[in-house]
């Protein structure tokens, strides 16, 4: 059985960390935790300073708040980094979560979570200038739920959004009053020189 199979039979979910860096130099961590089967994200916190001691206590909080993260969730798989300590893979055995280490150096054995990094990345971090945590939180929740509620994924075969998704208006489309169309604009068939004031020339000749 491959890995990918793997990972699918068991339901598993895959958790790591991604550095952001704001405008004004200054480094934050977010945690974040995907369902492999549906490719549900959850963020987990946002921190300054990932040690052991806050990730343990981020991870009890998930449990807490949003306890159908890891509904039928079989085996929980990170690498091997220094932040997910003894008390953080206690948590999830105490679920009955088995915990699944990738080997040393090896991105690729995490995929799953590697790959949503990368949308992250192209789709929202790229695009925008963070400049402190209480915007990039913001941000971030707001893209979450967009990629969990709208966005379709060609891996799990969805070319359009869920049924139950709200259609998404974009700000044009808002400001725009509804049952109005924008006029034709007249475009003159004979070229016009610099004398031409608001196409005078090209009415009065076209009247002639």
Known sequence: MSWTALLRSQAAAACDFVTVDTAL???????FFI???????????????????????????????????????????WDRAGQFTDTFDEIFRTEGIKIAKTPPRT?????????????LRREM?????????????????DYVDHYNRH????????TTRPADAHPVRTRRDRDRPQGLRRPHQRVPTSRLNHYDRVFGTHRLSEQR
Do not use: M
């Not at 130099?25 to 945690?31: A, G, P, Q, S, T």
């Not at 089967?37 to 708040?65: D, E, H, K, Q, Y």
């Not at 991105?107 to 949308?119: D, H, K, L, S």
């Not at 379709?152 to 969805?158: A, D, F, I, K, V």
């Open 25 to 31: 130099e200054r480094r934050f961590y977010l945690l």
């Open 35 to 77: 369902d492999v089967v549906p490719r549900r994200v959850t963020l987990a916190g946002i921190t300054t300073n990932p040690t052991g001691t806050w990730t343990s206590p981020a991870a009890r909080n998930l449990f807490i708040t949003t306890a159908h993260t890891f509904e039928g969730c079989k085996i929980l798989v």
């Open 107 to 119: 991105p690729v054995a995490n995929f799953y979570i590697e790959r949503w990094f990368g949308t």
């Open 125 to 141: 971090l790229d695009r925008t200038i963070i400049w402190n945590e209480k915007r990039l939180r913001r941000l971030v929740v």
């Open 151 to 158: 966005r379709p994924h060609r891996s799990l075969c969805q």
